[in-house]
Structure formats: structure tokens, C-alpha cells
């Protein structure tokens, strides 16, 4: 049946075969560019990737709409990550945007708008089972990105498309040149459009008083920082240190001091358990304890662990140690299905 589907283009490809392939299969289908907050003195490129959208709406013949998300962009996802920065932990914007951005604000005004289905060009899938949704990898298991999606419920599910995630990247870019459209061999964005082309500390400096601290490693001085605020736990890189051994492992991070702590033992950085604020089931909680397979960062090697609850804590045991950065999400699986998450204590 033909639904009113608003595709969410960002000027790329993926996001362009979306909205290309619900029409091909009848759906009305709207294209819809979100405008993000962006800092007045950085450059980023969405000016560019407005037009970019627009030229794909334009080579679809379909209409296209640009919305406002600026200030929500800026309370909800920029505001909090600083804010997470300067307590000395590792948050995770991407899971922010997705939540509170594209299934929160854009989302809602998309349905004031008439739309019976939202649609992304996410690499995750969807399926429906014993009347409930299910969160799925992707086919592609290079792009997949339900790591950042397992905040969505089964709300978001049921009123969302996700058209290329049962296909592979080099598809999707096979689709693209078939239909002719204009963004056909642009190159994937990197990094976060709001932080330009400038380093992740120097965007936080201007919101974050940093001074330059102690690296401290078994009780002695071997280097200094540039302020605490910007590290992340198992990170080698970012700070100077004299050792002749080879690289220094940042494993702990001490804000109050201003002071990193290091290791030359990688492993000291890791550790057997976690606990997990906030967490988010996508259908309901299991029954714990339950043996899942866990994700502490993208792209990395899912991994065993259990997960089990002491009231109100949920409490993850990994099989073997492994580093796990505080502010960062701790997604669980069970095969390829996502069943939620929560952020690292």
C-alpha cells in the first residue's frame, strides 16, 4: 500500500537511494533536509549538502522540504556532549542526534506534516516478529550502524523504513549510477559536521576551560596534557611523555587534578565488568541473567559478556577484560539483534 514516506536527505548517497527505492515502489515520498546547528566560527559543508539534497529531489521529481533543527541540535546533542567532556568522560553524539534529532524532533514534525513513515539511510534492518519489531544488523557488516540505533523503541520502529540495509555499500553505489543521481560517487562524510575541519580540542576549548596537566605513571611525572577534559581511556596518543619502553596507555583520568594516569601495559586500561546507566530495551527487558555479545565502541569486534541486575543497576561481566570508556554506549546483542543498551559507568 503507497504511504506518505518523508526521507530524511542528507546530500549523500545512501540517503539518496533510500528515497529512490520507496519510490520505485510507490510510495509518495517527500525529501526533507535537516538543518543541525552549526557554530559561527566553523566552516562545514551543509550548505553544500543542502544543495546536494536538493538536486536528488529535484532528479527523483519529488518535493522538497528543509526543517529547523538547530536549536534542538544544539540543547540536545552539542550542549550535552560538552557538558559530558568536562566531567571527564567519553560521550557518544552520534546516539544523541539519532534519539533526540532524527526520531525525536524530525520525527514528530514529520508526522504534524502528514507523513504516515519516516525513512533514513541507516545500514540496520527491520523485522517484524510475533507482533513486535525487531532492531537488526545490517547486511553489510562494514556499514552497519544499530550500534547507534539502540535507542530506538518499538514505536520508532513501526513508523520507520530503513530501504539499504539488506544491501551491501558497493550496491548502494551500483544503484545510485543505475538511476543517474547526482551524488552517485560523492564521498562518504567523516566526523561530526558540527566540529568542521577543526580537532575535536580545539572546538571544545572554546567552551571548556582547559589547562595543560600532569601525566602521571606509577607515582611519577612523565609528561604533560592539554587538559583532561579531552582524553579517553585506553587512548596513546594527544599528550607528551618521556619513555623509552614504548607508548603509554591513558588508564585513568582524574578531573579534579587536572592529571592523566598511564601505563606501557595496554591491558591495564581494561577491566572485567561494567555497570550501565540509562539503558534502553528495544522491545522489553530479558530475563537476567542473560549471556549476550556486546559492542563498547563502533566498529570494534562484538564480544561475549553476561548481563545481569542488582536492583536498580544492571551490571555487564565481560569474558575476557576489555576497555570500556566511561560516557561511551554499551550495546547488546543476541545474534544480530540489538536489544538495547546503556551508557558506560
Known amino acids: 500500500m503507497a504511504q506518505t514516506v518523508f526521507v530524511g536527505l542528507s546530500g549523500g548517497v545512501d540517503s539518496a537511494v533510500s528515497a529512490t527505492l520507496l519510490k520505485s515502489q510507490g510510495h509518495n515520498v517527500v525529501g526533507v533536509f535537516i538543518k543541525i546547528w552549526q557554530a559561527e566560527f566553523l566552516e562545514c559543508t551543509w ?140 564521498p562518504d562524510s567523516q566526523g561530526l559536521c558540527f566540529v568542521g575541519e577543526v580537532s575535536m580540542a580545539d572546538f571544545l576549548a572554546r567552551f571548556i576551560a582547559l589547562q595543560r596537566g600532569p601525566v602521571v605513571a606509577g607515582g611519577t611525572i612523565v609528561g604533560e596534557h592539554d587538559g583532561a577534559a579531552l582524553y579517553t581511556i585506553g587512548q596513546r596518543h594527544g599528550f607528551t611523555a618521556e619513555n623509552a619502553e614504548g607508548p603509554y596507555y591513558l588508564v585513568r583520568i582524574d578531573v579534579p587534578t587536572n592529571t592523566l594516569h598511564v601505563s606501557v601495559r595496554r591491558e591495564d586500561a581494561a577491566r572485567t565488568e561494567t555497570i550501565i546507566e540509562d539503558v534502553h530495551w528495544v522491545y522489553r527487558e530479558p530475563t537476567l541473567p542473560l549471556a549476550v555479545q556486546v559492542q563498547a565502541r563502533y566498529h570494534e569486534q562484538e564480544f561475549s559478556a553476561t548481563l545481569s541486575k542488582n536492583d536498580p543497576q544492571f551490571s555487564v561481566e565481560f569474558e575476557h577484560p576489555h576497555i570500556a570508556s566511561p560516557g561511551q554506549s554499551l550495546v547488546l546483542y543476541d545474534g544480530n539483534t540489538c536489544l538495547g543498551g546503556g551508557t558506560i559507568s
Open 47 to 186: 550548505k553544500e549538502d543542502r544543495l546536494d539534497a536538493m538536486r536528488v529531489a529535484a532528479a527523483l521529481e519529488i518535493p522538497f522540504r528543509e526543517v529547523d533543527l538547530s536549536e534542538e541540535y544544539k540543547k540536545e546533542v552539542v550542549e550535552k556532549m560538552v557538558a559530558d567532556y568536562a566531567r571527564g568522560i567519553t560521550p557518544n553524539p552520534d546516539v544523541l542526534c539519532n534519539r533526540a534529532i532524527k526520531f525525536g524532533a524530525f520525527a514528530a514534525w514529520a508526522k504534524s506534516e502528514g507523513a504516515d513513515m519516516l525513512a533514513t539511510g541507516h545500514y540496520v534492518q527491520i523485522k517484524e516478529r510475533d507482533n513486535r519489531f525487531e532492531l537488526l544488523r545490517a547486511k553489510d557488516a562494514a556499514k552497519d550502524q544499530s550500534y547507534f540505533l539502540y535507542r530506538l523503541d518499538q514505536s520508532d520502529l513501526a513508523h520507520t523504513l530503513f530501504p539499504i540495509g539488506g544491501m551491501l555499500k558497493s550496491e548502494v553505489r551500483a544503484e545510485a549510477r543505475r538511476f543517474h543521481l547526482p551524488v552517485a560517487d560523492k
